[in-house]
C-alpha cells in the first residue's frame, strides 16, 4: 500500500507519499481499499500540530473515506468482503488502504457514489447533529448558516430544506452565495462589504434568524448573536477564522437564547445508536435527492499538498476529494 505520512506535524510539508506494508485487520476491525478519501479543515489543522486530537506519530491523515471490505477480523459479523463503505476514523484516509474500527463504518446503499459517500459521513452527519438533535430546528422556521459555501456549510443548507426551514445563507463572495442559491438557499447575504445585522433584520422583519449554524466563528459571532431571535439556538460547529469569539452572555439573557455546543464526534461515541439512526436518515435523503454532497473538486491522492494549498487560501467550495485510480 501507499500513504501520505506525518512523521513530524510541522505543516503540509511534513507529508510524504510513501510505500507501507498493508496492514492486516486485527479484531473488529476492517481492511478497507480505499476508493476515495474527501479533505475537511481539521485534517489541514492536525498536520500542523494545532487540532485537539494528538494521533501518536508516525500517522497517516485523512479522516473521512470510502471504499471496499478487503478483509475482516475476528468478532466482526455485519460486514463483509466486498461490501461498499464509507469510514470516519479520524486518521488513514490519505492512502490506498486503511483498516479501521468496524464500530466507524457506514455501509453504503446501492447507488451510493463512492466521491459522494467520501465526503458524507462527517460533514452531514455534524450538520443532522446539530440542526435536528441539538437545535430541534422546525419546518417554517428561518436557519441562518455562516460559512455557507464550505463543506459543513453547504451540507447545512440542504439539511435546512430537508427539514423544512427557511435558509439564509451567508458567504464571503457573489460567486460563493450563487452556489448557495443553486443548492436551495431562499436567500443569500455577501457578508463582505455588507452590514450583516442590517441584512439579517431586513430579511427576518426584525425577528431575527432562530438558529444560527457558526461553523466560523472570529468576529461574525457578536453581531450575528445580537440579531437572533427570541429563543433562538446558537450552534457552535466550529472556528474556521481561526479566533474563538467570547459572547457577552447578557444577551443571552436578554433574548432567552442557547448556546449549544456541537461535537459530533463525541456524540457517535457516546450515543452510537442515535448516530447510526441519524446517518440512516441521511442515507434516505440521499437516495431521495434531498441531500448531496457539493464537490469541490476531485484530484487524485497524490496531489494531497494541492489539496491542502488550496483549502489554506480558503478557495474551496463544498468539498475537496482525493481519488485512488
Known amino acids: 500500500m501507499h500513504a501520505w505520512l506525518c512523521e513530524n506535524p510541522t505543516g503540509v510539508d511534513a507529508v510524504a507519499w510513501k510505500e507501507l506494508p498493508t496492514p492486516?485487520?486485527?479484531?473488529?476491525?476492517?481492511?478497507?481499499?480505499?476508493?476515495?478519501?474527501?479533505?475537511?479543515?481539521?485534517?489541514?489543522?492536525?498536520?500542523?500540530?494545532?487540532?485537539?486530537?494528538?494521533?501518536?506519530?508516525?500517522?497517516?491523515?485523512?479522516?473521512?473515506?470510502?471504499?471496499?471490505?478487503?478483509?475482516?477480523?475476528?468478532?466482526?459479523?455485519?460486514?463483509?468482503?466486498?461490501?461498499?463503505?464509507?469510514?470516519?476514523?479520524?486518521?488513514?484516509?490519505?492512502?490506498?488502504?486503511?483498516?479501521?474500527?468496524?464500530?466507524?463504518?457506514?455501509?453504503?446503499?446501492?447507488?451510493?457514489?463512492?466521491?459522494?459517500?467520501?465526503?458524507?459521513?462527517?460533514?452531514?452527519?455534524?450538520?443532522?447533529?446539530?440542526?435536528?438533535?441539538?437545535?430541534?430546528?422546525?419546518?417554517?422556521?428561518?436557519?441562518l448558516v455562516l460559512?455557507?459555501?464550505?463543506?459543513?456549510?453547504?451540507?447545512?443548507?440542504q439539511v435546512g430544506k430537508a427539514v423544512g426551514a427557511r435558509v439564509i445563507a451567508a458567504a464571503s463572495s457573489d460567486e460563493k452565495c450563487a452556489l448557495c442559491r443553486e443548492i436551495g438557499a431562499d436567500e443569500t447575504i455577501n457578508y463582505t462589504g455588507?452590514?450583516?445585522?442590517?441584512?439579517?433584520?431586513?430579511?427576518?422583519?426584525?425577528?431575527?434568524?432562530?438558529?444560527?449554524?457558526?461553523?466560523?466563528?472570529?468576529?461574525?459571532?457578536?453581531?450575528?448573536?445580537?440579531?437572533?431571535?427570541?429563543?433562538?439556538?446558537?450552534?457552535?460547529?466550529?472556528?474556521?477564522?481561526g479566533g474563538i469569539p467570547s459572547l457577552p452572555l447578557n444577551l443571552a439573557l436578554l433574548k432567552g437564547a442557547s448556546i449549544v455546543g456541537v461535537f459530533w464526534g463525541e456524540f457517535a461515541r457516546r450515543e452510537p445508536q442515535a448516530n447510526a439512526r441519524a446517518l440512516g436518515e441521511l442515507a434516505q435523503w440521499y437516495a431521495q435527492g434531498k441531500v448531496k454532497p457539493v464537490i469541490d473538486q476531485r484530484l487524485p491522492m497524490s496531489a494531497l499538498p494541492q489539496a491542502f494549498a488550496r483549502m489554506g487560501t480558503r478557495q474551496v467550495r463544498g468539498k475537496l476529494v482525493l481519488v485512488n485510480d
Open 194 to 241: 455588507t452590514n450583516l445585522r442590517d441584512a439579517l433584520k431586513a430579511m427576518t422583519g426584525g425577528k431575527g434568524p432562530d438558529v444560527v449554524y457558526d461553523p466560523v466563528g472570529g468576529d461574525l459571532a457578536e453581531p450575528v448573536f445580537r440579531s437572533i431571535a427570541w429563543r433562538g439556538r446558537y450552534l457552535v460547529v466550529g472556528f474556521a477564522q
Open 24 to 143: 492486516r485487520p486485527g479484531p473488529g476491525e476492517v481492511l478497507i481499499a480505499i476508493k476515495a478519501a474527501s479533505l475537511n479543515f481539521p485534517d489541514l489543522l492536525i498536520v500542523q500540530n494545532k487540532y485537539q486530537m494528538k494521533p501518536p506519530l508516525p500517522f497517516v491523515p485523512g479522516s473521512e473515506f470510502a471504499g471496499v471490505i478487503e478483509a475482516v477480523g475476528d468478532g466482526v459479523h455485519h460486514l463483509k468482503p466486498g461490501q461498499a463503505v464509507a469510514a470516519f476514523s479520524g486518521t488513514g484516509g490519505f492512502a490506498t488502504h486503511a483498516c479501521v474500527n468496524a464500530a466507524v463504518v457506514m455501509p453504503l446503499p446501492p447507488g451510493f457514489a463512492f466521491d459522494d459517500a467520501a465526503a458524507f459521513v462527517l460533514t452531514y452527519g455534524t450538520t443532522h447533529h446539530a440542526l435536528v438533535d441539538r437545535a430541534a430546528l422546525k419546518p417554517g422556521e428561518t436557519l
Open 147 to 157: 460559512g455557507a459555501a464550505g463543506g459543513v456549510g453547504t451540507a447545512a443548507i
